[in-house]
C-alpha cells in the first residue's frame, strides 16, 4: 500500500532519482520504504494544480467543503490497522498514543466540518447605508472573510498525525477554502503517505477539483524552500524547531510578495510553584510533574521544561519528591537517533553550566534511541545572567529555579523568551497575592493554566495554541482549535454592492441564517 511516490493532486509521482528510507527507532533499522524525493518539475506541477483548484473551491458552500472534511475522517479510519502499526514502526511510540492521536486528528476534521456547517466564522458584518444621514451621506458597506490560496503545510516529528498531514494546518486551511501541499515529514513518510490516500480518496468521492491535496517527499530542505517560495503560495503552517520555523519565516519575507509564515516552535513551559502548592501538595505535584515530563519521551511541546519557586523548606522536599518520582519511572523510545543525539547533545551543555545541580539523573542502561531522564536546580541568580539555562532540551528534562524571593521569580518570568504555556499551582488567593508574578507570567504565554500540567491541549474554540515570539511567529493566531481557520483568511469590503452578487452571507435576506454584525449589533434577522 506504501509506493514511497509523491502526490501531486490525485496522481502518484515518482520522477526523481533522490531516495530516502523512514527509521525504526525502536530496532534502530531503516524501514523496508523507499521515498522519491519531490523534483523541481513535481514541485510546480502540485502548486499549479493547487492553483487551478482554488478557482472552484473557493466558492464551495460551508456544507460541501464540510462533507469533505468528514469524508476524510471516515477514510482515515478505514485505514485501520496498517495505519497504526506504520506509526508505531516509523516514530516508536506506542499503541495508544498512536490510536489517540488517530482520533485526535479526526475529531479535528469534524470540529472543523461542524463550523462550516454553523456557518458564521466568516465573520459577515453589514453596515447600511444612510443616504439622509448629516452632514454627509453613509454608504453601504459590508464585509466578511475570505480564503488567501493554497498553502503550504509542514509535517511534524512529533505527532505524525495530529500535526502533520492531515493535521490542524491541513484541517484549518481546506475548511477555510485553501488548497493545501504537504511537505511529508521525512521521520513519518510512510505514515503520511497513507493519510494522504485517504485524503485523496474523500476527495474524489465528494467530488472536489484534483489538486485541492498534494504530498511531497523529501529528506532535507531543498523541496520546504521551494515551496515558500513558489510565488502562488500564499501561506505557510509549520510546526517544529525554531531554526526551522525562523528559517521559513526569513525566506517567506524575502519573496517578491512576502507570504505570512504560522510557525509553532520551541516552548520550555514555565511553571510556578506558589508556597501553598509545595506547602499542602508537594508530593502529590512532585509525582505528576514527573510523569508530565515523561510523557512521551519529554518530545511535546508543552514539556514542562522549567519550574520556579520560592527558596523554602517545602521547595527543598519538592526538590526531593520529584527527583525520586521521576528516577523510578522507565525511559522510553525517542522519535530518531537524530532527536535522541540532539537530546543527549543539549543535555550535557545545559548540565554543564556553572551552579546547575542534578536533582535526577537516570543512569541504569538502556536500548537504543531511549531517553534517560534528568532535572537539574538552579538559583534564580544563576538563572539571571545565563541565557543558555533558558533553552529547550526537546526530551525528558526540566530544570526547577530556586528564587530568593518574590521580586526575583518576577525578575526571572520577565527575561524568558515567548512561551507556549505558563502554570500556576497554588490556591485562588496567591493569584492576588501574587499579582506581579502572575502578570509578568501572563505577558510570556499564550495559555496559562492554573493547578494543572501543561502537557495535553484540547481542540475547541477556546484553546490558544501559540504564544510571543519563539513559541510562535504570530502570537495572535492559534495553530489548535477552530479560530486556527482565521490564520488562512482575509477581510474583504464590497461597498454599494448590487444585492445580485453578494457572497450569500451578506445578501439582505441571510439565506444561510448565519449569526452576522447588522448595524454593530449581533444578529440572524434579514436586512
Not at 456544507?63 to 477514510?75: M, R, S
Not at 521525512?186 to 503520511?192: A, D, I
Not at 499579582?435 to 502537557?455: H, M, Q, W, Y
Amino acid at each position: 500500500m506504501i509506493t514511497g511516490k509523491n502526490y501531486i493532486g490525485n496522481e502518484l509521482s515518482a520522477k526523481g532519482n533522490t531516495t530516502y528510507h523512514t527509521f525504526d527507532p525502536k530496532l534502530n533499522l531503516n524501514t523496508e520504504w523507499t521515498f522519491y524525493e519531490a523534483t523541481e518539475e513535481e514541485i510546480d506541477s502540485a502548486v499549479q494544480k493547487a492553483y487551478e483548484a482554488f478557482q472552484s473551491y473557493k466558492n464551495f458552500s460551508g456544507n460541501k467543503k464540510a462533507e469533505f472534511l468528514d469524508a476524510i475522517a471516515e477514510e482515515i479510519e478505514a485505514l485501520g490497522d496498517i495505519l497504526i502499526e506504520t506509526y508505531m514502526k516509523e516514530s516508536g511510540l506506542p499503541e495508544g498514543r498512536a490510536r489517540g492521536e488517530r482520533g485526535r486528528t479526526m475529531g479535528q476534521l469534524r470540529a472543523f466540518s461542524n463550523l462550516l456547517r454553523e456557518g458564521s466564522w466568516v465573520e459577515a458584518t453589514i453596515d447600511r447605508a444612510q443616504p439622509d444621514r448629516e452632514p454627509l451621506p453613509k454608504i453601504d458597506i459590508r464585509k466578511m472573510l475570505f480564503p488567501v490560496g493554497p498553502i503550504a503545510v509542514f509535517g511534524s516529528s512529533n505527532f505524525p498525525l495530529a500535526f502533520s498531514t492531515a493535521g490542524g494546518d491541513t484541517a484549518s486551511a481546506l475548511a477555510a477554502g485553501c488548497p493545501v501541499i504537504v511537505k511529508s515529514h521525512p521521520m513519518h513518510s510512510g505514515t503520511g503517505e497513507l493519510v494522504s490516500s485517504a485524503v485523496i480518496k474523500a476527495a474524489e468521492k465528494t467530488g472536489m477539483p484534483d489538486g485541492l491535496f498534494s504530498n511531497l517527499n523529501s529528506s532535507g530542505i531543498e523541496v520546504g524552500q521551494q515551496l515558500v517560495f513558489h510565488p502562488k503560495i500564499k501561506g505557510v503552517g509549520f510546526t517544529g524547531s525554531i531554526k526551522g520555523g525562523t528559517a521559513l519565516y526569513k525566506l517567506a519575507n524575502d519573496r517578491k510578495e512576502p507570504i505570512p509564515v504560522f510557525a509553532e516552535m520551541g516552548s520550555i513551559n514555565p511553571v510556578v510553584a506558589l508556597p501553598s502548592a509545595l506547602n499542602e501538595k508537594g508530593e502529590e505535584w512532585a509525582e505528576k510533574y514527573a510523569g508530565s515530563i515523561m510523557l512521551g519521551a519529554g518530545q511535546f511541546c508543552t514539556n514542562p521544561g522549567l519550574i520556579l519557586g520560592i527558596k523554602s523548606t517545602s521547595l527543598d522536599r519538592f526538590l526531593d519528591s520529584l527527583g525520586k518520582a521521576i528516577e523510578k519511572l522507565e525511559p522510553s523510545c525517542m522519535l530518531h537517533p537524530n532527536i535522541h543525539a540532539n537530546y543527549e547533545k543539549g543535555k550535557q551543555e545545559v548540565s554543564g553550566q556553572g551552579g546547575a545541580t542534578v536533582i535526577a539523573d537516570y543512569s541504569a542502561s538502556v536500548a537504543d534511541n531511549y531517553g534517560q531522564q534528568k532535572v537539574l536546580t538552579v538559583n534564580g541568580a544563576n538563572f539571571l545572567k545565563n541565557p543558555k539555562l533558558h533553552q529547550e532540551v526537546f526530551g525528558p528534562f526540566s530544570i526547577v529555579v530556586r528564587c530568593s524571593d518574590a521580586a526575583e521569580l518576577t525578575e526571572v518570568l520577565h527575561k524568558l523568551e515567548g512561551q507556549l504555556t505558563g502554570t500556576v499551582l497554588g490556591s485562588a488567593g496567591e493569584i492576588e497575592s501574587y499579582a506581579k508574578v502572575v502578570d509578568a507570567l501572563t505577558s510570556r504565554v499564550g495559555r496559562i493554566i492554573f493547578n494543572g500540567v501543561p502537557t495535553g491541549v484540547e481542540v475547541c474554540p477556546s484553546m490558544q495554541h501559540g504564544g510571543p515570539f519563539p513559541a510562535s511567529t504570530d502570537s495572535r493566531f492559534t495553530s489548535v482549535g477552530t479560530s486556527a481557520i482565521k490564520r488562512w483568511v482575509r477581510p474583504i469590503s464590497f461597498q454599494n454592492w448590487p444585492q445580485e452578487a453578494l457572497p450569500e452571507e451578506l445578501k439582505d435576506d441571510n439565506p444561510l441564517g448565519i449569526m452576522r454584525i447588522l448595524d454593530s449589533e449581533h444578529s440572524k434577522d434579514q436586512v
